[in-house]
């Protein structure tokens, strides 16, 4: 919001969320009866293709915004021609979560249009004449009237009350160039209007000028935004004017960091006329197409769980990854798009990277096996996600990265004996494997609450079990565990410690440490008010309303972990699963030694390495 909001701010229909789209309804029902009726006296029938254009372009510019805000994403995770290298955080993706409401504005005001005025309706799908005269007044009147109202918008009286809500955004994405009050998208809407109604009154209007037109500005709006320099160079070789007509990414980065320069729409020549062009816009341009490779410090690898899953990583929509991940009923829509994506995904698929973060020195790289859950449960698969797997490791210490942890389902006992396969492989290998383990069961033992005497451990056996109940019985807790893990449980710990492991079959404990494997009707029969603390890769599915669950290991990340703009699958915003967060201290402590080694580091030690560098313990539900 501007720092001063002026009136008719705020965009009508803001209260009422996604339920904004129900606003078309009665338009299109109008658009399904008009062509209902549409047939005449002949038999023939009389198809108004401009009323009936406008939803498919109301979709179309949809999907033109998502793909930018993909592109952009995955472009400026690699870093190489990023502009501005400064954070995003969670406080803009708020702030520019209705980059839709202009598409929504324009949708209805022309159905209002082609309702309402002749002139608009009924247009033919191509005219020479139209194209051409709309192509000239853009580049006169509209390029030219743009230029002096964006410099009056910087006048504090405008600024304060509408403009200085787009300058929030220091760095920009593509959907920044759509992010104004409504009052301000109104005068653009006007603005943007006139070589439309130019055309359509004159008679030379065309469905493919007004669509192509709006697709126009939306894709130069979005290109000087993505933050990330793509115009190649020999382009401004070839055709040295071209400067004076279209504008560059970097050329308008520097009007979000500057502000007082660089004011044009999308043709630079009214800042060369009026001298309002940045200093240092030829200087950063070339810096910016150049590139810089930064090499990552720790990479963290994880996958994609559901099909649905695709839509939560960084690069799908800006709003889903932005919360923790749950079902939403209208995703069904979207299962041709979700099914063509898994696909691609399985057919074409390579490791890519989705996230890229920083904390103090460190570089942190996030990448993805193309791989969702329901695969690696595959034994088919196993080879496959192996090979992948084990390229990211040669990948990231080629790529110059110290350490690799692996997140999810990328490490096991039965898929590569916790990264050890890998070392096995590769003799050489100077990345250090960071499984977690340690990290995690110390997360698990300090959410477990004080004074606790006994706890329930239930789920498959994994080397985290083992470790937790090291941890546990060395604390003198008396572990309760059921017959199918209390033989393998007893074989792995020492002695002394055996005497604190009891058999049980019951489920009298309101702790319950739940690894995987955990079964509904085990649930029904623990007790009220039973807190369930995981201490697996994935939550248990909650079945219980009069108990609490806990999430899964994790931690909440310290304020200098810059650039976190997307929720970690489930978890909470800043939160991070601490099998990622285990890379990072380890990198920051500069521990030579390999997490995947069967000696555990000192739990303890690991967990107060966490909180000096300021990860802090999760606010549980």
Same mark, same amino acid.
């Given at each position: +919001? ?46 108004? $293709? ?62 209002? +249009? ?28 509209v390029e030219f009237i743009y230029y002096w109202f964006h410099r009056a918008l910087h006048h504090h009286l405008l600024y304060s009350r509408y403009h200085s809500h787009h300058h929030a955004s220091v760095v920009t994405q593509p959907i920044t160039s759509v992010i104004h009050p409504f009052a301000e998208e109104l005068a653009y809407f006007v603005l943007f209007s006139i070589p439309l109604i130019t055309i359509a009154v ?58 007082r320069t660089n004011y044009c729409l999308f043709m630079p020549l009214y800042d060369f006329i009026y001298g309002t062009v940045d200093k240092s816009s030829k200087k950063l341009y070339q810096s910016c197409i150049v590139g810089i490779e930064e090499a990552p410090d720790v990479v963290h690898l994880t996958h994609m769980t559901n099909l649905e899953s695709i839509y939560h990583l960084r690069m799908g929509s800006a709003s ?10 209208? +995703? ?83 898929l590569n004996n916790y990264g050890k396969l890998y070392i096995q492989n590769n003799p050489q290998l100077k990345i250090k494997i960071v499984d977690g383990t340690s990290l995690a069961a110390a997360v698990v033992l300090n959410s477990i609450p004080k004074g606790t005497k006994q706890a329930l451990l239930m789920g498959s056996f994994s080397k985290m079990s083992c470790v937790l109940a090291h941890a546990l019985c060395s ?89 976190? $703009? ?19 201290? $380890? ?35």
């Amino acid at each position: +919001m501007a720092s001063h909001p002026g009136p008719l701010t705020h965009w009508p229909w803001q209260k009422l969320g996604n339920f904004k789209y129900g606003l078309l309804l009665p338009w299109v029902a109008q658009s399904a009866h008009n062509v209902a009726k549409s047939w005449n006296a002949e038999g023939q029938q009389m198809v108004d $293709h401009t009323n009936l254009s406008i939803i498919p372009l109301l979709f179309l510019r949809l999907l033109h915004a998502q793909l930018w805000i993909t592109v952009s994403r995955i472009a400026t995770a690699s870093g190489g021609h990023t502009i501005t290298r400064k954070p995003l955080d969670f406080e803009q993706v708020d702030r520019e979560c209705n980059w839709d409401d202009q598409i929504l504005l324009t949708t209805l005001i022309f159905y209002t +249009m082609n309702a309402f005025f002749p002139w608009a309706s009924h247009l033919p799908w191509w005219n020479t004449k139209g194209v051409v005269l709309l192509a000239l007044i853009h580049m006169g009147p509209v390029e030219f009237i743009y230029y002096w109202f964006h410099r009056a918008l910087h006048h504090h009286l405008l600024y304060s009350r509408y403009h200085s809500h787009h300058h929030a955004s220091v760095v920009t994405q593509p959907i920044t160039s759509v992010i104004h009050p409504f009052a301000e998208e109104l005068a653009y809407f006007v603005l943007f209007s006139i070589p439309l109604i130019t055309i359509a009154v004159t008679g030379t209007g065309s469905v493919t000028a007004m669509a192509g037109y709006l697709m126009f500005i939306d894709f130069m709006n979005y290109l000087g935004h993505c933050n990330f320099e793509v115009v190649p160079n020999w382009l401004f070789d070839v055709f040295p004017l071209l400067k004076y007509l279209m504008y560059t990414p970097s050329f308008h980065s520097l009007h979000h960091t500057q502000f007082r320069t660089n004011y044009c729409l999308f043709m630079p020549l009214y800042d060369f006329i009026y001298g309002t062009v940045d200093k240092s816009s030829k200087k950063l341009y070339q810096s910016c197409i150049v590139g810089i490779e930064e090499a990552p410090d720790v990479v963290h690898l994880t996958h994609m769980t559901n099909l649905e899953s695709i839509y939560h990583l960084r690069m799908g929509s800006a709003s889903l990854s932005s919360k923790p991940y749950s079902p939403k009923w209208y +995703m069904w829509l979207l299962w041709p798009l979700t099914l063509a994506s898994f696909l691609v995904t399985w057919l074409c698929g390579s490791i890519f990277i989705v996230e890229k973060n920083r904390m103090k020195k460190l570089v942190v790289e996030t990448w993805a096996v193309p791989r969702f859950s329901f695969q690696y449960k595959r034994p088919s698969q196993r080879v496959v996600i192996n090979g992948f797997i084990e390229k990211a490791v040669l990948d990231a210490e080629k790529a110059g990265a110290k350490m690799i942890t692996f997140g999810l389902l990328n490490q096991g006992d039965e898929l590569n004996n916790y990264g050890k396969l890998y070392i096995q492989n590769n003799p050489q290998l100077k990345i250090k494997i960071v499984d977690g383990t340690s990290l995690a069961a110390a997360v698990v033992l300090n959410s477990i609450p004080k004074g606790t005497k006994q706890a329930l451990l239930m789920g498959s056996f994994s080397k985290m079990s083992c470790v937790l109940a090291h941890a546990l019985c060395s604390k003198g807790v008396q572990l309760m565990v059921h017959r199918e893990e209390y033989k393998l449980l007893k074989a792995a710990l020492p002695e002394e410690l055996q005497q604190h492991l009891e058999l049980s079959h019951s489920y009298h404990c309101k702790v319950v440490l739940v690894g995987d494997g955990l079964r509904d009707e085990v649930q029904r029969m623990a007790l009220k008010d039973s807190k369930f603390i995981p201490f697996s890769q994935f939550p248990p599915k909650a079945i219980r309303r009069d108990c609490t669950y806990y999430y899964t290991p994790a931690l909440m990340a310290p304020k200098a972990y810059e650039n976190q $703009h997307s929720c970690e699958n489930w978890l909470p915003r800043r939160a991070m699963s601490a099998w990622r967060a285990a890379g990072v201290i $380890h990198a920051l402590e500069g521990w030579e030694a390999d997490d995947h080694e069967d000696v555990t580091m000192e739990l303890e030690k690991i967990w107060l390495a966490a909180i000096k560098h300021g990860f802090q313990p999760m606010q549980h539900p």
